[in-house]
């Protein structure tokens, strides 16, 4: 009885082991195919978003591409504009120059700085120069220049010269009162 019990016990291992192996083949298999399973249900699961934000990409494309050609348009409505709007300022500098600067043309005189002086433009401007007259004395100005004059002993006046071309120049003048010693 010995060798039979032997080698039932023999094959009741050998039957015990074969379903341990079984169950652990089948355990793999179950969790490679949960994983599998599971990985192919993310992707289909996932593909929708990805396909809708395709789909929505692909539908603004167009509209981005609008958007970028009106932006393209607007800047350039803007650069012109903005060019426009210079020429205008220049305009109308010319027209109505900055405070106590003023326009004068050739053989043309002003009474300015509050009614002390009288400052005109004699004869027409040279290259490098004009002539000046300011309260009856004529003097020879180029870019830049200043003129200081007192027409009385209370007042101190400015003539300066900013700029000038064939025609005209013009000149920056202001009167204030003298500083009184103290």
């Known amino acids: 009885m010995t060798d ?4 039932e016990r023999t ?3 050998a039957v015990a082991r074969r379903r341990s192996l ?23 699961l996932a593909r929708k978003p ?21 932006v393209l348009v607007q800047n350039a409505k803007v650069t012109s504009l ?4 210079a020429s205008v300022k220049k305009v109308l500098d010319e027209i ?25 433009l004699v004869g027409p401007p040279a290259n490098e120069y004009i002539d000046v007259n300011v309260n009856g ?6 870019a830049g220049d200043a003129i200081m004059v007192s027409p009385d002993p209370a007042t101190n006046c400015t003539v300066k010269v900013q700029s000038f071309d064939m025609f005209a ?14």
Do not use: M, W
């Not at 990805?50 to 009106?70: F, G, H, V, Y």
């Open 4 to 7: 039979s019990t032997q080698s």
């Open 11 to 13: 094959d009741a291992a």
């Open 22 to 44: 079984i169950v652990i083949a089948a355990s793999i298999l179950l969790l490679v195919g949960s994983a599998t399973g599971g990985y192919l249900f993310g992707r289909d």
């Open 50 to 70: 990805l396909d809708d934000a395709r789909q929505l990409i692909a539908q603004l494309q167009p509209q981005t591409q609008k958007l970028k050609s009106e």
């Open 82 to 85: 903005q060019s426009e709007l």
């Open 96 to 120: 109505r120059p900055a405070k106590n600067t003023y326009n004068v043309n050739a053989n043309q005189s002003l009474i300015v700085g509050g009614g002390h002086l009288t400052i005109g």
């Open 137 to 142: 004395k004529t003097r020879r100005a180029v």
């Open 169 to 182: 120049a013009r000149i920056y003048a202001a009167c204030n009162p003298a500083a009184k010693p103290q």
